[in-house]
């Protein structure tokens, strides 16, 4: 098993605007949530920051990820736009900072960012720090950059249409974790005929099975719902258990189906 500090089951954030995500990460942390995924770019820091503060849940118990967004790389810009971000939250330090994106074109040196993090850290501002949708090469360049014990995370799309095996190999074989976002890959993969019919099988949701298999693979899981219901129902995912021939059923799903792709930001995947 790995050693890091991510918890295993926690809140995303992504799209959430308003409103709405006040009331998504009020109930959450209501009903037993401690960790909260966001990011600069989600555009609702200050919302999710609000419904900490109002939850009266001690800081100590939760974990809170925010993410730098490619404007704020350089290593002049990466530590003020992080204090920006703690400010919006109502906290004074986060506890895992992540590079969004690589920087495109490579604009800004990877190492000058990962060492502008490495400040931040030490100035408190943030307890681990990690990167998001990195290639096994740009693993390999924030490895050479601060080393494999300095990287928390990475933070990537995976689910059961999109596995990446190389990438999971490489991260493993550096002791690098992985948290999965899009894990239920926009509800698409819910309606999997594979999925269904072990939820049948189990009385279970068809989410609860595909974010098992995920925490089961060892990943990171963060799936985000508007509805108490579905908080509620994801939140059991990590005292269940599929078995090894359900597994491996899931496992066979992989089609290297990716959702996120955005041109100009994506790194040549593996």
Do not use: C
């Not at 990460?25 to 770019?41: F, K, N, S």
């Not at 190389?166 to 999965?180: N, P, Y």
């Amino acid at each position: 098993m790995l050693n890091h500090p991510i918890p295993a089951f926690g809140l995303g954030t992504f799209r959430l605007q308003g409103q709405v995500v006040i009331d998504a990460v009020r109930q959450a942390l209501e009903l037993g949530y401690r960790h909260i995924d966001t990011a600069q770019i989600y555009g609702n820091e200050a919302e999710v920051g609000q419904a900490i503060a109002e939850s009266g849940v001690p800081r100590s118990e939760l974990f809170v990820t925010t993410k730098v967004w490619t404007e704020h790389l350089a290593t002049d810009k990466l530590v003020p736009s992080l204090q920006e971000s703690l400010r919006k939250l109502r906290l004074d330090h986060v506890d895992l900072t992540l590079i969004h994106w690589p920087s495109p074109g490579g604009a800004v040196p990877l190492a000058d960012s990962l060492h502008a993090l490495q400040a931040a850290q030490a100035q408190g501002l943030t307890r681990h720090i990690g990167v998001s949708n990195f290639s096994v090469p740009l693993l390999r360049q924030a490895i050479d950059a601060v080393g494999a014990e300095a990287i928390a995370t990475n933070q990537v799309e995976l689910h059961p249409w999109l596995q990446s095996p190389k990438l999971v190999a490489f991260a493993r074989e550096q002791g690098i974790h992985l948290t999965s976002y899009m894990t239920l890959a926009y509800g698409k993969v819910l309606g999997d005929p594979v999925i269904t019919g072990i939820a049948g099988a189990r009385g279970w949701t068809p989410a609860q099975v595909v974010l098992t298999w995920a925490l089961q693979r060892g990943f990171s899981v963060i799936p985000s719902s508007t509805k108490r219901e579905n908080l509620q129902g994801n939140l059991r995912a990590p005292s269940l258990r599929l078995d090894d021939a359900e597994m491996a059923r899931i496992d066979a799903l992989d089609r290297g189906e990716r959702l996120v792709d955005p041109e100009g930001l994506a790194p040549a995947w593996d």
